[in-house]
C-alpha cells in the first residue's frame, strides 16, 4: 500500500528561527499533498494543498508567507516554519493520494517552539 | 465551505459489544468520498473506511461497517464486536473532487474490558 513518510516527527526550535519539515510518498508519485495542522484534542485543519511544480493553495486564514511550502518533485513536499513563534507550536500532518489509491497521512510532527 | 459534524465528542462501549458513531456533513456536491480514519495515542491516521458517494451500498471492512445515507447527508460509522484496539479518536472525513479533506470534530471512543 501507499506508504507516506514525515520527518521529523518532534522537533524543539527556538523562537524566531525557522523549522522545515518533510513529507515524501516512498512508494508512489504524488502529484498533490496536504499538510495538516491538530491543536491537543481537536480535528484535523486543512492548511494548505501543495501542487508539484506550482504554488501551493493555502486555506484562508493561513499566512502563506508564516508556512512555505515547497512541492519540487513528484515524492516531496516540505512545509517550513518561517520566524516560528510559540503560538506556532502544534501537530503538523501530511497526507498523499488519489481517489484511486487511496489517501495516506504522514506520522506527523510535533512542533515545540521555546 | 464544506462541513462535518460529529455530535459525539467521546463515548465508551464494552469489549465484543457493537456502537455506532455519527456523522453529518453539509454539500452541495453530487460527487464526493466520505472516510473514518482512527486516530490511536500514536497520532498515527489510520483509514478505517471509505464510502463513494455514488455507490448506495454501504461499505465495508470486516468488524466496521456505514450506513451511508445520502439524501440525509448522514455517515454513521457501526463497529462490531469491539476490541481493545479499537479505543481511538475516530475522524469522520469529506472529500470532494479537488482531493482536499475535510474532517470533523472526532470522537473519542474508550472500549471497556
Known amino acids: 500500500g501507499a506508504v507516506v513518510s514525515q520527518h521529523p516527527s518532534r522537533v524543539i526550535c527556538k523562537s524566531g528561527t525557522s523549522v522545515k519539515i518533510e513529507c515524501r510518498s516512498l512508494d508512489f508519485q504524488a502529484t498533490t499533498m496536504f499538510w495538516y495542522r491538530q491543536f491537543p484534542k481537536k480535528s484535523l485543519m486543512l492548511m494548505a494543498t501543495s501542487n508539484e511544480g506550482s504554488k501551493a493553495t493555502y486555506e484562508q486564514g493561513v499566512e502563506k508567507d508564516k508556512f512555505l511550502i515547497n512541492h519540487a518533485s513528484l515524492t516531496l513536499s516540505t512545509l517550513t516554519v518561517t520566524s516560528a513563534h510559540p503560538e506556532d507550536s502544534s501537530f503538523y500532518i501530511c497526507?498523499?493520494?488519489?481517489?484511486?489509491?487511496?489517501?495516506?497521512f504522514g506520522s506527523g510532527t510535533r512542533l515545540t517552539v521555546v | 465551505a464544506q462541513t462535518v459534524t460529529q455530535s459525539q465528542p467521546e463515548m465508551s462501549v464494552q469489549e465484543a459489544e457493537t456502537v455506532t458513531l455519527s456523522c453529518t456533513y453539509d454539500?452541495?456536491?453530487?460527487?464526493?468520498?466520505l472516510f473514518w480514519y482512527k486516530q490511536p495515542p500514536s497520532r498515527q491516521m489510520i483509514l478505517v473506511i471509505r464510502q463513494e458517494a455514488y455507490k448506495q451500498q454501504n461499505a465495508t471492512e470486516n468488524r466496521f461497517s456505514v450506513n451511508f445515507q445520502k439524501a440525509a447527508k448522514s455517515f454513521s460509522l457501526k463497529i462490531s464486536d469491539s476490541q481493545l484496539g479499537d479505543t481511538a479518536m475516530y475522524f469522520c472525513a469529506f472529500m470532494k473532487t479537488r482531493n482536499q479533506f475535510y474532517f470533523g470534530t472526532g470522537t473519542s471512543l474508550t472500549v471497556i474490558p
Open positions: 497526507s498523499a493520494g488519489d481517489s484511486n489509491y487511496g489517501y495516506t
Open positions: 454539500t452541495s456536491e453530487n460527487n464526493y468520498y
